[in-house]
């Protein structure tokens, strides 16, 4: 990715990437042992002479930073990391049989467990202990990502994906997300056609995943109307099922499984008609509603965990990796009921 740089005297620019290239190393964005960029890379990346770049890296080798290497490159200097093993960080609620975050559980363990040579320790706490020789995976847990990034610790994020600026640090196995909301809205405008009434309930109005899912089914149903539950729980969705019934909606997509199972419950005790429903997860309770939903792909997931988790002990400096699956539609019920 190349860097526009403002303008200025040269001798600022230069200065300015010099200092940053000092920051990037002392933070740990680059692991001790992995290969650093190439004068080539570099002028390329920072808009500099060949001749300027290769100077830089020369300066960064002086001060004990680098170590270039005739006819192989510029590496870190300072001591390869290896890893005695790994960490599989879930938030408290892992532990509930029933729960997302089990069923991710369920699928992740038992696939990292079978890692040869390195141990598995799985932590479902609010807070999480990291320790300096195993590999971090974290799913929820934020406390814990936070330390990674304030210490230059490289790690694995489940299902979200790291900001521009601290992607560096952590690969990421996710979904894609607005693939899933357009799934979503095909199967309903195949049901009820483009004049049908269809709703978008989506989660947190400023978190990503949902905000992708609720973008990719407008993109395919631009007339529905879209509203913000304020979160991901049953009593999020419960609080919106009055004005669902009251709009007598044709289909409704719900961003989770969970916002779905609100809607469901309060329309039926309320004895309202329930419209045709879609969820996101294939979370497990919605087994238990028999609801259709945009299901992720567990096994699939799970293997690319490992994948990543095998790749990332192996070669522990290596590019970093982003992985985005395509989810799956479920169809157990969609049509409405009275």
């Given amino acids: 990715m190349m860097i526009h ?21 002392d933070k740990g964005l680059y692991s001790p042992g992995a290969r650093f960029l190439s004068a080539r890379d570099l002028s390329h990346r920072y808009e500099l002479s060949y001749q300027t770049a290769d100077r830089l890296l020369t300066e960064l080798a002086k001060e004990g930073r680098l170590i270039r290497r005739p006819k192989s490159g510029t590496y870190v200097a300072g001591k390869a990391l290896t890893y005695q093993g790994l960490q599989l960080l879930l938030p408290k609620r892992a532990n509930e049989i029933g729960t997302f975050s089990h069923e991710m559980r369920r699928h992740l363990e038992p696939m990292l467990q ?10 479902a706490a609010q807070l999480h202990k990291l320790h300096d020789d195993m590999l971090p995976i974290m799913w929820m847990a934020d406390r814990a990502a936070a330390r990674c990034i304030a210490a230059g610790r490289r790690g694995i994020l489940i299902n979200e994906h790291p900001r521009v600026m601290i992607a560096d640090l952590f690969d990421a196995v996710g979904l894609d997300n607005a693939v899933g909301g357009a799934i979503a809205a095909d199967a309903l405008v195949r049901m009820f056609g483009r004049r049908s009434k269809l709703m978008v309930l989506a989660g947190p109005k400023h978190d990503e995943r949902s905000l992708a899912r609720a973008h990719g089914f407008s993109a395919r ?32 997509f719900c961003a989770n ?6 809607v469901i419950t309060w329309l039926q005790k309320q004895k309202r008609r329930v419209p045709a429903v879609i969820g996101f997860d294939n979370a497990p309770i919605a087994k ?35 992985v985005d699956l395509v989810p799956q539609l479920v169809v157990r019920k969609l049509a409405a009921s009275e």
């Fill in 5 to 25: 740089m403002s303008k200025g005297s040269h001798t600022e620019r230069v200065s300015w990437v010099f200092k940053t290239l000092k920051e990037n190393i």
């Fill in 288 to 322: 238990r509603l028999g609801l259709s939903t945009v299901a992720i792909p567990w096994q699939s997931f799970a293997e690319e965990v490992r994948l990543m988790a095998e790749r990332r002990l192996n070669d522990p400096g290596s590019p970093r990796r982003r």
């Fill in 221 to 252: 149903a631009g007339w529905a109307t879209v509203i913000h539950a304020g979160g991901w729980l049953s009593s999020h969705g419960e609080r919106w099922a009055a004005r669902i019934a009251r709009e007598e909606v044709d289909g409704l």
């Fill in 257 to 262: 499984d969970r916002l779905a199972e609100g």
């Fill in 114 to 123: 079978a890692i040869d040579g390195y141990d598995l320790k799985v932590e």
